[in-house]
């Protein structure tokens, strides 16, 4: 009845897998789908020619192009890393499903020193995150960093290179390519709390409310919406809005983990100062039946009231 459901994507091998992985789950399930490549402004910016215009503050580059797409109707809808996306969407879009998350942890990558504490001092690492840096600065203050970018394998090549002692990446991209060669130490979320949202996927659509053909929108929502996992949604909702409470970004030296946990959740949450001098740390449950919104909120208001927000802007104090 209708033409083949497409599918917008970045080009690195991460977002290929994770578009496959779709188009393979909607096959299963009868429906004929296929791959759009979209160029972003993020991946312009890892090539090391292109300077970006001013007016990009580092929110949403990885997914400006791709909404552009969706907006037009080229694609009917896209699979994102959900730790990319900014905490909010334009209400033209809407996250319809959002998959049961990968390994939600940090790993460090690194041949002959097989976990940070065995790193010799004064280290270099691989990393341009804010947050890795300020949480490797607090267990490590003696490291170094390197600004080593580029998608994974480019990263790793990298390090194989020589341009750095080690790296620290999601475990989930690591998984996803078959890297695991290379994954020694998982950091728990009590010692590297990983970023909000990491780990898991976000399929976007069009909202119900912006649709380009009533008809062939419903027909795509309803078959992704099989893929949609409640418990990832619920936790992912709870770490975006901490998120958002404090600012919003991935710039932000901010790592919020939610998982489920004995009747309940338990929810980890760090804010550190850049320097790794101070820390604001967060590990509690709550309720099975509180909402994402309330729960997400008062970690907001916990982290908050100990001086989070004085950590991520120490020039305001
Ligand atoms: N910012 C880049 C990015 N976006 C998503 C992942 C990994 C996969 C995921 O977290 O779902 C990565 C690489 C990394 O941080 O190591």
């Not at 578009?19 to 890892?46: C, K, P, W, Y």
């Not at 998120?243 to 901010?254: E, I, K, Q, R, Y």
């Not at 939610?258 to 820390?279: H, K, N, T, Y």
Request: net charge negative; proline share 6%.
């Amino acid at each position: 009845m209708f033409t083949p459901i497409r599918i917008g994507s970045r080009g690195s091998q991460l977002a290929l897998w994770q578009a496959n992985h779709v188009l393979e789950a909607l096959r299963a399930t009868g429906h004929s789908a296929e791959i759009e490549v979209i160029r972003t402004t993020g991946d312009r910016m890892q090539s090391s020619d292109f300077v970006p215009p001013p007016e990009i503050d580092g929110k949403g580059i990885f997914i400006k192009e791709i909404e552009e797409a969706l907006a037009e109707g080229r694609i009917d809808l896209a699979v994102h890393s959900l730790k990319d996306l900014p905490t909010r969407l334009s209400p033209r879009f809407t996250l319809t499903a959002i998959p049961k998350r990968a390994d939600a942890r940090d790993v460090w990558v690194c041949e002959p020193y097989w976990a940070l504490h065995t790193l010799p001092l004064g280290g270099s690492i691989g990393t341009t995150s804010p947050r890795r840096k300020a949480q490797l600065l607090s267990l490590r203050p003696d490291v170094a960093f390197v600004d080593v970018r580029g998608n994974i394998d480019t990263r790793l090549r990298k390090l194989a290179a020589g341009e750095c002692d080690a790296l620290v990446l999601a475990a989930a991209g690591l998984d996803r390519l078959g890297r695991t060669e290379w994954v020694h130490q998982r950091f728990s979320p009590e010692e590297l709390c990983p970023a909000p949202g990491q780990g898991a996927l976000a399929i976007e659509t069009r909202s119900g409310s912006h649709p380009i053909d009533e008809a062939r929108d419903l027909f795509v929502a309803q078959a992704i919406a099989g893929l949609d996992h409640s418990e990832t949604r619920f936790c992912v909702e709870v770490e975006r809005i901490v998120l958002d409470a404090l600012g919003g970004g991935c710039s932000l030296p901010v790592g919020v983990h939610c998982l489920p946990a004995f009747e309940g959740w338990r929810v980890f949450a760090q804010v550190i100062a850049p320097d790794g001098e101070s820390m604001v740390a967060i590990d509690t449950e709550a309720p099975a039946s509180i909402e994402s919104e309330s729960l997400g909120q008062r970690i907001a208001d916990d982290l908050k009231s100990r001086g989070a927000l004085e950590l991520l802007t120490p020039s305001v104090i």
